[in-house]
Nanobody
């Protein structure tokens, strides 16, 4: 497994932007598919975005497509989530995840998780 540490969360006004980062340990980062999930209070953890090992393929939840962008830098062992046009509904703890399983949005496809970073969007 890989160790993951998220950063970049905070408080932002609606319409604003934030960039989350997730730093991974180890020398095998480029062999992992990476994803971001989020969990709002009282709700299930939900898929936000995923990126392939090379970074050439990305996928997004309908709720964030066109506003969020996932990217990765394999030389820095880091995956990013650029979040623009933030809404109050985006308020949640955001988790970085890594996996070597099938491509997809299911939590079961990822076996390493970070501790999460809080994003709060004020309306």
């Amino acid at each position: 497994q890989v160790q993951l540490v998220e950063s970049g969360g905070g408080l932002v006004q609606a319409g604003g932007s934030l960039r989350l980062s997730c730093a991974a340990s180890g020398r095998t980062f480029s062999s992992y598919r990476m994803a971001w999930f989020r969990q709002a209070p009282g709700k299930e953890r939900e898929f936000v975005a995923a990126i392939s090992m090379s970074g050439g393929v990305t996928g997004y939840a309908d709720s964030v497509r066109g506003r969020f962008t996932i990217s990765r830098d394999n030389t820095k062992n880091t995956v990013y989530l650029q979040m623009n046009s933030l809404k109050a509904d985006d308020t949640a703890v955001y988790y970085c995840a890594a996996g070597r399983g099938p491509w997809g949005s299911s939590r079961s496809h990822y076996d390493s998780w970070g501790q999460g970073t809080q994003v709060t969007v004020s309306s």
